[in-house]
């Protein structure tokens, strides 16, 4: 996964993934939001190579991996606890293209402690909305 674009919180403490970093594709919501919709075939391709375990939350079974992204496909949404780095929560959303394809997806980062499990609902209608509004901008250049 690549980050290719950012906007930064105008806190003083920042949660940020460099444009251009290249990201695991086990560990984060924004990589779990666009490998939750990879093909079949292509999924059972990639997690047949050996997945990098960051932190005791990341996924590096690839059997659990697989439940896990089934349980994203359903709700709609990813959300990732301390997979990458243990002090950092994200929810991610897909983007869709007009074709209904995966083209990207769209997160959020904070601190983990700053969001209780009991609140995340809050901050997923905003990712989801704002993975809808990206998709329909997409498509409109698209249609232009």
Same mark, same amino acid.
């Given at each position: 996964?690549?980050? %290719?674009?950012?906007?930064?919180?105008?806190? /003083?403490?920042?949660?940020?993934? *460099?444009?251009?970093?290249?990201?695991? +594709? =086990?560990?984060? /919501?924004?990589? %779990?939001?666009?490998?939750?919709?990879?093909?079949?075939?292509?999924? =059972?391709?990639?997690?047949?190579?050996?997945?990098?375990?960051?932190?005791?939350?990341?996924?590096?079974? /690839?059997?659990?991996?697989?439940?896990?992204?089934?349980?994203?496909?359903?709700?709609?949404?990813?959300?990732?606890?301390?997979?990458?780095?243990?002090?950092? %929560?994200?929810?991610?959303?897909?983007?869709?293209?007009?074709?209904?394809?995966?083209?990207?997806? +769209?997160? +959020?980062?904070?601190?983990?402690?700053?969001?209780?499990?009991?609140?995340?609902?809050?901050?997923?209608?905003?990712?989801?909305?704002?993975?809808?509004?990206? /998709?329909?901008?997409? *498509?409109?250049? =698209?249609?232009?």
């Amino acid at each position: 996964m690549v980050c %290719l674009e950012r906007e930064e919180a105008g806190q /003083a403490l920042r949660l940020s993934y *460099e444009r251009g970093q290249v990201l695991p +594709i =086990n560990a984060g /919501a924004a990589a %779990l939001a666009l490998l939750a919709w990879v093909p079949n075939e292509e999924l =059972n391709d990639l997690l047949a190579n050996p997945l990098t375990r960051f932190t005791d939350a990341t996924y590096a079974d /690839a059997d659990k991996l697989a439940e896990h992204l089934a349980d994203i496909r359903h709700q709609g949404y990813a959300v990732s606890r301390g997979e990458l780095d243990p002090d950092v %929560l994200g929810i991610a959303a897909p983007v869709r293209g007009a074709d209904g394809r995966i083209i990207g997806a +769209i997160s +959020i980062a904070t601190l983990s402690h700053r969001v209780p499990d009991a609140t995340i609902d809050q901050y997923v209608t905003p990712v989801l909305e704002a993975a809808k509004q990206l /998709a329909d901008q997409v *498509e409109m250049r =698209n249609i232009a």
